[in-house]
């Protein structure tokens, strides 16, 4: 046996237990589930309620645990950095695997090389939202007045390069109207100024925005979505609603660290997919206003491509920054 021979034997004798264990006894401890964002956000409340269903299936602890911070990058390049051994998960949304390769140039991970897909879970509907005061009831009657006062409207949003920010330069983009963007800290005090009509408009996600179309406090002109939302199919689509080619909405995924073995894949994959379907969660999802969309890790990767692809084109033709 030469010198190189047997430097390789001994490689793959240290490789051998931990294909083992991620092959074989895969898992034998607690797994951790990353949420880029605070508690109460979609791939927080998704992860949670899956979480005791993973237990059940795999037959160890899942823990959830948030980490937020710099637009879920905080979150994003530590799993990136995990081990890729099963154990540590990324719950995540459009926000760190679409929306931030095209917003931030120094980003420290890259979501196909540093992610394996696992499965899409839930998809949350955004909702194009106006105060009643303003007069219009419908998605044509907001563009009339948007072109009659050119340069004298704004949209809110929670923030530079949210989806909610994102949406509202898409329309912007689609419709060809002059609007001015105001970002706030969060969808909670834009939707009170917009309540208040100190904004025109602004999208949100639907569930945070039911409570206001149902009491009269907004008016609800249309969804972003390909299909009217299961939750309030009285609400046209805004293609529908003759924006063409609109499409927005928030969801939800889950992801293992890029190079984990394809049986451990395989496996969460099943689970999830199990998870995801049991009446608790099915039922919740309901309540809340989600729409169950589980997929192939195939298809995650592909989905998380195209929405990349249109994300990064709006960034570019609205010249927006994470500065800005």
């Given at each position: 046996m030469t010198a190189l021979t047997r430097r390789s034997a001994l490689a793959v004798a240290a490789l051998a237990p931990f294909a083992a264990q991620a092959q074989g006894a895969w898992p034998t401890g607690p797994i951790r589930i990353l949420i880029p964002f605070a508690p109460g956000g979609v791939p927080d409340i998704v992860a949670r309620l899956v979480a005791p269903h993973l237990h059940k299936g795999l037959g160890q602890p899942v823990l959830v645990e948030n980490r937020p911070g710099a637009g879920g990058a905080i979150a994003a390049e530590a799993v990136a950095r995990s081990t890729p051994d099963g154990y540590t998960l990324f719950m995540t949304t459009v926000s760190t695997q679409a929306i931030a390769p095209g917003l931030r140039p120094?980003?420290?991970?890259?979501?196909?090389?540093?992610?394996?897909?696992?499965?899409?879970?839930?998809?949350?509907?955004?909702?194009?939202?106006?105060?009643?005061?303003?007069?219009?009831?419908?998605?044509?009657?907001?563009?009339?007045?948007?072109?009659?006062?050119?340069?004298?409207?704004?949209?809110?949003?929670?923030?530079?390069?949210a989806p909610l920010h994102l949406a509202g330069e898409l329309f912007r983009q689609l419709a060809g109207v002059d609007v001015t963007h105001v970002p706030y800290r969060g969808s909670s005090p834009a939707l009170t100024d917009l309540v208040a009509g100190r904004v025109t408009f602004m999208f949100d996600a639907l569930p945070p925005a039911v409570p206001f179309i149902a009491d009269g406090r907004l008016t609800a002109l249309g969804v972003g979505t390909l299909e009217r939302a299961r939750a309030r199919p009285e609400i046209p689509t805004m293609q529908e609603a003759g924006i063409e080619g609109f499409e927005a909405y928030t969801w939800a995924a889950l992801y293992a660290p890029g190079g984990t073995p394809a049986p451990i894949i395989a496996r969460l994959h099943t689970e999830v997919a199990k998870a995801a379907r049991q009446p608790d969660v099915t039922e919740r999802m309901r309540e809340l206003g989600y729409e169950l969309v589980v997929s192939t890790p195939a298809e995650l990767a592909a989905f998380q491509r195209r929405e990349r692809a249109k994300w990064a084109e709006v960034i570019k033709r609205g010249n927006i920054t994470a500065e800005n």
């Open positions: 120094d980003l420290r991970y890259d979501p196909d090389r540093d992610f394996a897909p696992i499965s899409l879970i839930a998809r949350v509907p955004l909702v194009l939202l106006v105060p009643p005061a303003l007069g219009v009831r419908d998605v044509k009657g907001l563009l009339d007045l948007l072109r009659r006062e050119p340069g004298r409207h704004a949209f809110a949003s929670s923030g530079v390069g």
